[in-house]
């Protein structure tokens, strides 16, 4: 199989505080600030810069944000380097399909598919590249929606096959054009090797690919976060806010287990006055729940300024959300451990080029695909 001249990938640094760009019906476009998205300003509409018309903006209307995207240039694409987060240590495996079928708890009750096509759709889906910042934030998203708060990463540099690749003319728009659960079917259908589409819902407003595994040509991989990137965090700058919520979080237990014995609904109740709630106990412990969790929104945001300082406000909020699952999976840990894994997965958001360094100087791994 013919390489790409593997050394000379072109990279691409878009960062992680971009503002949003919005279609009008007019054909227009309109530049709003991360700012004023993140806090859905003036009800989440904005005026039209062509056309003056009123806009609901939001992910249904999201447009490219580089009319002059340079991965709009099928020789360009090809010449990019890739990205994309797994949780596999070996993607694309061509071990994936026996692997899934293998580890897949099965009912007969899911409806109108049998098991052999359940596996068949579910293994045969093209395969998902985009930017640095589109492989970040979809591992956040993952991490948050699907049960991976916990589950261990792994960041993988891309190299596409050398033309010719059989690619789609301008882009797909995920909001009109199936793109996001592509099938190699679909491609073939197309006679197509790639298909080149919109992201409106992570990365908003640049470019992924939806490929069959074969246009890809080789991969490099690192776990994530990465290791030395792991300082020690300076414990004493957050002993105040630990033993605030330390101290926050016994009160709220203590209270919680007075009223152990009474069920988790009749406690509502009991605090919405819906029951008899003797000596106010259950309104008491509702009331230290409810601290408790706003000094965790406060030390959230704490850590936000400190460790993602030049990431907008909306994919800190994504970050936060995420961190919280993981902090589920893993409730037994410490707040200084939290702090340490917050600060080495910012460290992903906040030093891309030493990342992207260190996946550049790892082996590449040629892939040997079959005839997908
Ligand atoms: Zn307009």
């Known amino acids: 199989m013919e390489l790409p001249d593997l050394g000379r990938l072109i990279e691409r640094f878009d960062g992680f505080n971009y503002g949003y760009w919005m279609n009008c019906s007019c054909g227009g476009r309109s ?30 209307v999201a447009a490219l944000r580089d009319k002059h995207d340079p991965a709009l240039q099928d020789d360009v694409v090809t010449r990019f380097a890739w990205y994309h987060t797994s949780t596999s240590s070996d993607w694309p495996s061509p071990d994936y399909a026996r692997r899934f079928a293998e580890n897949l708890s099965w009912s007969d009750d899911l409806i109108g598919l049998s098991r052999k096509q359940y596996i068949l759709n579910e293994t045969t889906k093209a395969l998902h590249l985009g930017t ?45 054009e199936d793109a996001a659960n592509l099938k190699i079917s679909d491609l073939n259908a197309e006679n197509l090797d790639v298909v080149r589409y919109l992201n409106v819902h992570e990365a908003t407003g640049v470019l992924s690919l939806a490929v069959r595994p074969k246009a890809i040509a080789a991969v490099q991989c690192i776990e994530i976060p990465l290791n030395e990137l792991t300082v020690p965090i300076d414990t004493e700058s957050f002993s105040a806010d ?22 988790r609904g009749t406690r509502v109740m009991m605090q919405f006055g819906a029951r008899p709630d003797p000596g106010g106990l ?26 993602l300082a030049n990431v907008s406000p909306v994919i800190r909020r994504d970050f936060t959300e995420a961190l919280a699952c993981w902090r589920r999976e893993n409730p037994t840990t410490g707040i200084y451990r939290f702090v340490e894994r917050y600060a080495a997965m910012a460290a992903l958001l906040e030093e891309p080029d030493k990342i992207q360094r260190t996946l550049r100087h790892m082996e590449w791994l040629v892939v040997h695909q079959t005839a997908a």
């Open 282 to 307: 259950a309104k008491y412990a509702g009331e230290l729940e409810r601290h408790h969790q706003t000094l965790w929104y406060d030390f959230e945001a704490r850590l936000g300024e400190q460790f």
């Open 31 to 60: 530049f709003i600030t991360a700012h004023d998205y993140f806090i859905e300003a003036d009800g989440a509409h904005m005026s039209c810069e062509q056309c003056g018309q009123r806009i609901r903006f939001g992910p249904a």
């Open 132 to 176: 640095y910042e589109t492989a970040i934030e979809n591992m956040l998203r993952r991490m948050r929606d699907q049960g991976d708060g916990s589950s261990q990463f792994y960041l993988y540099r891309v190299a596409l096959r050398p033309k010719p690749l059989r690619i789609n003319p301008g882009y797909r728009d995920e909001n009109h």
């Open 242 to 263: 630990v033993a605030r919520l330390k101290s926050a979080r016994s009160a709220w237990v203590t209270a919680e287990a007075k009223i152990a014995s009474i069920d």
